[in-house]
C-alpha cells in the first residue's frame, strides 16, 4: 500500500515539472516567483497560434506590502520591449488578492489574446507584476515565444538552438 502511495505521489511530481513553463527572472525584487505556466506550453519556445487565447498562471510569494499590482506584457523583438495592451492592467482583477501583505502567495491568472494579425515571428515574452504604490517589480520574467499562424505549423521562424534560448537575455 505505502508502495502504491509513494509511486502515485512520484508520477504526480514529475507531471507537475513537466507542467511548467521554461522561463528565465528578470529582476524580481519585491517577491519570488513560485511557479509559472502558459497553457499548452511545456517547452521553449512556446508556441502561439493566431487567433487563439493563452492562460498564463504566475504564483509569487512577496517579499514586502502594496496596496495593488499593476500587469506588463511586453513583446521583445530585437532587444526592443514593445507594450502589449491589456484591456485592464489590475492584477487584483486577476484573481491577486489586494492589499498584498509581506509573505503572501498569490496566483495571477492571466488570458493573453494572440490575434490572427499579429505577424508570424519570434520573441521573448516579458511579464511584470509592479506594486502601483512603490514601483518595484514583484515578479519580473521573461520566456521565448514563436507565434504561428496555426496549429498544424511547427516549424521555428529564428533558430531557437537547444540551450541557447535565455543567451540573448543575459
Known sequence: ML????LTVLFCSIDFLRAATPYKDCGSTAGTIQSFEVTGCTTAPCKFAKGNNYTMNLAFQAKSASKSLSV?????IGGIP????????DACKMQVKCPVNANDVNTAVMTL??????PSLSLY????LKA???GNDYTCLQ????????LAQERTLVGWKKGKLFEMLD
Open 132 to 134: 502601483d504604490d512603490t
Open 143 to 150: 520566456f521565448p515565444a514563436t507565434i504561428v499562424s496555426g
Open 82 to 89: 514593445v507594450p502589449f495592451p491589456l484591456p485592464d492592467p
Open 3 to 6: 508502495r502504491l502511495f509513494l
Open 113 to 118: 489574446p494572440v490575434l490572427s494579425s499579429y
Open 72 to 76: 506588463s506584457i511586453h513583446g521583445v
Open 125 to 128: 515574452v516579458k511579464l511584470e
